[in-house]
Every structure is written in C-alpha cells, then in structure tokens.
Nanobody, 116 residues
Framework: QVQLVESGGDLVQPGGSLRLSCAAS????????MAWYRQAPGKQRELVAV???????NYTDSVKGRFTISRDNAKNTVYLQMNSLKPEDTAVYYC??????????WGQGTQVTVSS
C-alpha cells in the first residue's frame, strides 16, 4: 500500500503563489509517474501536471508557464509550485501516484481558494 498526504492548500489572493506538497510513504517502489489533479465544484477531476519516473513533465494548457511540478526523491515528496494564481484555479487538489504495474493511489486532497 501507498499513503499520500497533501499539504499547502490555502486561501490566496489573485496573483499570489502557493506550493503544494505530497509526501509518499509505504510501498513506494516501481513508481511510473506522480501527478497533481484538481476538482472544482460541479466539475470533473482534471489532470493539472504530471512527472514521470524519468523526469518528463507535462501540464494542462491552462497552467503552463504558471505551475511547476517537481520531486524530491530523498524525501519521497512531490511538489506543485503555483504562481500567478487565478480564481479559476480554485479547486481541491489531489496527489496521484501510478505504479508501473498500473496500481494507482490518491491523496485526500487539499483545498486551494483564490479570491480577493
């Protein structure tokens, strides 16, 4: 089993920044990719950013140039640096880990609210 614990969500003004963290523990071997998803009220969960085991990253168009996904292997933690936040970034952000085997794990989510 894998446990994922997110932190860093908060209320921030438009134009502000936040850094989300996702600490992984448990059977953290054979990782294929780690990613951040988000779900706004009344909307489907969407992929925000993904980082593969070889370091390749990809972002949804709406966050390109503003968000950065990174990973600290020593701490088994993945981060999402979010800059120039907009009200439409408001959502619950979820950490996702997918193993090479296909097994997938989710964190409990952290709320990000962008509002003046």
């Amino acid at each position: 089993q894998v446990q994922l614990v997110e932190s860093g969500g908060d209320l921030v003004q438009p134009g502000g920044s936040l850094r989300l963290s996702c600490a992984a523990s448990g059977s953290i071997f054979g990782i294929g990719a780690m990613a951040w998803y988000r779900q706004a009220p009344g909307k489907q969960r969407e992929l925000v950013a993904v980082r593969t085991r070889i370091g390749t990253t990809n972002y949804t168009d709406s966050v390109k140039g503003r968000f950065t996904i990174s990973r600290d292997n020593a701490k088994n933690t993945v981060y999402l640096q979010m800059n120039s936040l907009k009200p439409e970034d408001t959502a619950v952000y979820y950490c996702n880990l997918r193993k090479i085997s296909g097994d997938t794990y989710w964190g409990q989510g952290t709320q990000v609210t962008v509002s003046s």
